[in-house]
């Protein structure tokens, strides 16, 4: 298969800018720890609007970042042409996860209802804090109010019920806050 539909990938980091001379190029990975993104083959990137596996040919650590080196990709010039190109990876090849848990794109626009049914907004995006993982929610049309909301992630406490299925998450959460 050459070419995957967006509801069949995820993205997980991003080229940022060239490195050395012999074509290689700078990784920002989102996965944890960043090193997890080399596990992944193939690497797809976005061509011509579609989804199309890159061959890598070279990957590794270097100081606190990655470097990846790409087929037929042998100079800063050519490298130039994927900075601020996402990467992404088939679903399929992401490890099956335990119950309770979620990868961060799964979460993302979902609908956020309180326990009392008020729509918060829509899941946009979430942060690392440190403490603990942030959910940003946007208003939308629908909700309450176009405002946005941190809420923390924290199953059992603040985050009540994910329905993947139906685009929703519950959450003990006031709405004037």
């Known amino acids: ?27 920002y990975s989102y996965t944890d720890p960043m090193e997890n993104i080399l ?38 010039e050519k490298a130039r042409a994927f900075t601020n190109v996402e990467i992404a990876v088939p679903k399929t090849e992401l490890p099956d996860l335990k119950p309770g848990e979620y990868y961060w794109s799964q979460l ?28 940003v929610v946007k208003g939308t049309d629908e909700s309450i109010d176009r405002e946005e909301r941190l809420l923390p992630w924290l199953p059992d406490q603040v985050i009540k019920e994910i329905d993947l299925d139906s685009g929703t998450m519950r959450v003990d959460w006031d709405p004037e806050f």
């Open 39 to 76: 596990t992944y083959s193939p690497w797809l990137v976005r061509k011509n609007g579609a989804w199309t596996p890159l061959k890598r040919v070279g990957a590794k650590k270097h100081g606190k970042g990655l470097i990846a080196q790409l087929d037929g990709i042998d100079a800063p």
């Open 1 to 27: 298969m050459s070419e995957f539909r967006e509801e069949d990938v995820v993205v997980l980091g991003r080229f940022t800018a060239t490195y050395g001379v012999q074509g290689w190029i700078k990784v």
């Open 108 to 135: 993302e626009n979902l609908l956020v209802y309180t326990e009392s049914g008020v729509l918060l907004g829509r899941v946009d995006h979430l942060m690392e804090t440190g403490a603990n993982d942030v959910l």
